[in-house]
Each structure stands twice: as C-alpha cells, then as structure tokens.
C-alpha cells in the first residue's frame, strides 16, 4: 500500500466529470467502509486498498486541518455539512470537491457512520477558496503547536462569519451564488 506520506504534491489538476458523484462512506471512526469506482479512480487507490483506512488517506496537504475540524465538530452534532476540499490522488495530483456528509443510522436509529457525496465545484469559487484556504493554513502554521495553530485558524474563519452574520452552511452556498 502506498503511503500517503511518501506522495509529493504535482500541483496537477485532474477532473472527473460535472455528472457524476464520488461517493465513499465511513464508521464514526472515519475509516472507510465503502467506495464507489470514482472514488477508486480519483484517489488512485484500488477498494482493497481503501476499506478500513482513515478516509484523511486522500487528504491533500493544502487542506487546512480547521476546515476539517469544522467537519468533525459539525458531524459530532449529528449535523450535514458542505464543504469545498482538496484531495490528492496517489500520483500527487490533485482535485477539488463539493462535498455533502451526512450522517448515517442503522434500522433502530443508532448513528454509525458517514455518508458523503461529492461532485464537481464551481471553477469560480475554487479560486476564491485557495485564496481564503491558504490564509487559513498561514495561520495554522504561524503558532508552535499544531493544535493551537488549527483553532485560531478556525476562530479567524468564525470571526469571519460573525462578521457577515451568516452560517457554515450560508457562507458555502453564498459563494456558489457570487461566482
């Protein structure tokens, strides 16, 4: 299996088609349990190679970790969310997503996992989100812990919110509304 360590970003951009999904689900954990072929062939990776692994196996380092932290915080409150994302194939090339997870339930309603949907973003906002995604890992890594780099990256990003009085979820879709 390859390490997603030893993958050197490309700066390539691949794309898959505007009509298809890349769907992938997961245990409360976030390892893997299921892929569907695109996401096998987005992430270069076959399913063996995928199921049970952390789904952060497709994490591009570009990606900053408060934007995933917003994910989880969100999920933890059995919530949707949507978000922009950066993920990397094995080659090192990359593609970005709209992703939508959603939290999945057996039959007597017990929460055991993530669903998650992703299609292809509007070109207009990846811009801005590269723009706005490397200020946030600016901040990430102007602090000596890691930790404390995520949550001020993550408090700027809600201070941004309060700011223009909207939610998560407003601010995602407001974007696709300006571009």
């Known amino acids: 299996m390859i ?17 298809q999904l890349i769907v992938s689900k997961t245990n409360l954990k976030g390892k893997i349990t299921y892929t569907n072929i695109l996401f096998e062939t987005m992430s270069g990776y076959t399913r063996d190679e995928l199921l049970g692994q952390p789904h ?4 591009h380092p570009d990606m900053p970790q408060s934007i995933f932290k917003l994910f989880w915080d969100t999920l933890q409150q059995k919530k949707e969310i949507f978000a922009y994302v950066i993920n ?15 939290p999945t ?21 990846i811009r801005k989100m590269q723009t706005y995604y490397q200020e946030l890992n600016a901040i990430e890594k ?23 009085n909207i939610s998560y979820a407003e601010y995602i879709f407001s974007m696709n509304e300006a571009a």
């Open 105 to 125: 339930y057996d039959l007597m309603g017990n929460h055991i996992g993530y669903h998650s949907s992703r299609r292809c973003p509007n070109r207009n906002v």
């Open 56 to 59: 952060n196996i497709i994490r």
């Open 142 to 164: 102007s602090h000596s812990s890691p930790k404390q780099g995520m949550q001020a990256a993550l408090d700027s990003f809600n201070d941004l919110l309060k700011q223009q």
């Open 88 to 102: 990397m194939h094995t080659s090192g090339d990359h593609y970005w997503v709209l992703a939508h997870v959603v």
């Open 3 to 19: 390490s997603k360590d030893s993958i050197a970003p490309t700066g390539k951009e691949i794309f898959f088609p505007e009509d």
